[in-house]
């Protein structure tokens, strides 16, 4: 079914094919700069840089990490936020032949050590905030050369000044230590042009980690290809050109953040507009004063919005596509959020769209004229998407469940150093093609629109039946006093596991046995009996994952721990 395609008749004014350059990244964003130099490409609170000045500052960047020894082949440590230091350091790399290893820059000692060991870092980049954090990390795990860069170096004044005299007083100094490298003085030096290198467009140009919520982080190896094809992707689908603009929320140590908020904007010739760190007073606040044309979040983002003062009052008439993804997206937060928009004059859809890591990011998404209820929509020019029955390679029948997979130029090299994990990912059909095994369980229609139930392994087994957790959120978060909803399988002797849920209500004052039972019956009234929630347990707030996921592991996690803790006290 797949071979045939049935997406392309929505596809609109986006290529069924589009041809890539076989270049590096470095060689990708230079080829866009030359078109349009003067056009913006990043804004940072108002201090903007040109494509002309991005490229001048990566050519410099390149010239300083290969003065401090940085060769085509060796792996750099970034550990920014989204900032113009982070992004600059990412592409001068890639010109050097050189691997950026990315990682969160609020990772803890023990990780950081980890993430520098399995990478084989020679140098690190990260924020003189995080200094004693990487001092800790390498001495377990030692690198040559620390470069450490501060924001205000980046900021106009006077935020520049504004941000030293409060936030940056909180900032604890820098002792001498050798292998310490200052980002400014470093960019403002004279050095040689580094002599060309072999990278080609098939080769590893960055390690990105999944999220480990099922062990130890893998490192996902992504080619250039894999970044250009996805960027050029994306920019084709949302029609992005030199005027327009996206914010950059998501975090750049994560393929939505890297592969679409700023690769995919650049590839387009875009201006990307970096948000260091995410709150919705501050999302909101720039939305009215820089008026982007895209935003891309995931759900707790959209949820946030909906419930900001600043976002009610916005105009938001310049904003010609909203995405979501990374996380399912609760009905009444989308109806929600366009209803606003509405009432602003933005005649938009909150578009899903579907992806992971292991392909970049995104690699499919709802059509901007052909919307579907529940769907996560039709795959991105040149990639293929099926549902195998699970377990198997075999394509399941429309509409019957099964896992999806996906092939195309996106798709990973493999996961760093595990061949094993590799071969159980990435696995050659019956058609020649590698196929990428995703987890996520689907199914597709006739039309070639995807439905997304859930992860495999985030599968309950309740009394011998199958729980989807997503779909009792759903339900849960249909009912008017609900916020927000997780839902996790809990041991349980007699049934395997129990279904609990994890409710945050929008007037705490409600919570208690009464409520309890109201959402229970609610849940009665939609879903079968095994899929109803057994306990439900209020809280003032849900964890999150860095990138604003709900965590539901961790959840999981503390219920284990209560039960072990419950059976030790009672033996």
């Not at 894999?226 to 030199?242: L, V």
């Not at 996206?246 to 948000?275: D, E, Q, R, T, Y």
């Not at 919005?305 to 976002?311: A, G, H, S």
């Not at 916020?483 to 609990?500: F, L, N, S, T, Y």
């Amino acid at each position: 079914m797949y071979e045939q395609k049935p997406w392309l008749k929505f596809y609109g004014h986006v290529p069924e094919h589009i041809d890539y350059p076989r270049v590096t990244l470095y060689q990708a964003l230079r080829a866009t700069a030359e078109k349009n130099p003067a056009a913006i490409a990043t804004d940072f609170f108002g201090r903007t840089a040109s494509y002309g000045e991005l490229m001048a500052s990566i050519d410099q960047c390149a010239r300083a990490l290969y003065a401090l020894g940085l060769r085509a082949g060796d792996r750099i440590t970034i550990s920014m936020p989204t900032s113009p230091q982070g992004i600059v350091c990412f592409y001068a790399a890639n010109k050097l032949g050189a691997i950026s290893s990315m990682i969160h820059p609020l990772s803890p000692a023990k990780e950081v050590a980890f993430y520098l060991k399995v990478s084989r870092s020679r140098m690190a980049l990260t924020l003189d905030a995080f200094y004693p954090v990487f001092a800790e990390a390498m001495r377990e795990q030692q690198i040559e050369t620390l470069i450490l860069a501060r924001i205000p170096d980046e900021l106009p004044f006077p935020m520049n000044l504004l941000f030293s005299l409060t936030k940056g007083r909180k900032i604890k100094k820098v002792p001498p230590d050798k292998r310490v490298r200052w980002w400014k003085p470093l960019m403002a030096g004279a050095y040689s042009e580094p002599p060309p290198n072999d990278m080609k467009t098939d080769d590893l140009a960055a390690i990105l980690y999944s999220g480990g919520t099922t062990g130890t982080p893998k490192g996902i190896m992504l080619s250039n290809m894999n970044f250009i094809s996805q960027g050029m992707m994306s920019a084709a689908w949302g029609k992005i050109g030199d005027a327009d603009s996206m914010l950059a929320i998501l975090p750049i140590f994560h393929g939505f953040g890297l592969g679409v908020c700023i690769n995919a904007v650049l590839m387009g010739g875009g201006k990307s507009i970096l948000v260091p760190t995410f709150t919705a007073e501050t999302v909101a606040k720039l939305i009215r004063k820089k008026r982007p044309s895209f935003i891309v979040g995931v759900p707790t983002l959209y949820e946030a919005l909906t419930r900001n003062p600043d976002f009610l009052k916005a105009d938001l008439r310049c904003l010609r596509g909203a995405f979501c993804g990374a996380d399912r997206l609760p009905r009444a937060v989308k109806e929600a959020f366009e209803e606003i928009c509405r009432r602003s004059g933005a005649d938009i859809k909150l578009l899903e769209g579907y992806g992971l890591t292991e392909a970049v990011t995104a690699i499919m998404c709802m059509p901007v004229t052909g919307y579907r209820e529940g769907s996560i929509g039709i795959p991105f020019s040149d990639m293929l998407a099926k549902v195998v029955k699970i377990g198997t390679t075999d394509e399941a029948a429309l509409g019957e469940e099964g896992e999806i997979c996906v092939s195309g130029p996106a798709v990973m090299l493999g996961y760093l150093d595990q061949p094993e994990e590799t071969a159980a990912t990435l696995k050659r059909h019956a058609d020649g093609r590698v196929w990428l095994h995703t987890g996520d369980i689907a199914t597709m229609d006739a039309d070639g629109y995807f439905y997304f139930k859930l992860r495999l392994k985030r599968m309950i087994k309740s009394s011998g039946m199958n729980v989807y957790p997503s779909q009792v959120e759903e339900v849960l978060c249909r009912h008017p006093e609900v916020q927000q909803a997780c839902v996790i399988g809990v041991p349980d002797q007699a049934q395997v596991e129990r279904v609990k849920a994890f409710v945050v209500l929008r007037d705490p004052a409600l919570r208690g046995p009464e409520m309890e039972e109201k959402l229970i019956a609610h849940c009665r009234e939609h879903l079968i009996k095994w899929s109803c929630p057994r306990e439900i347990e209020f809280r003032c707030e849900l964890p999150c994952t860095r990138i604003g996921k709900i965590d539901f592991k961790k959840l999981t996690d503390e219920e284990i721990a209560k039960i072990k803790a419950c059976k030790e006290k009672q033996a």
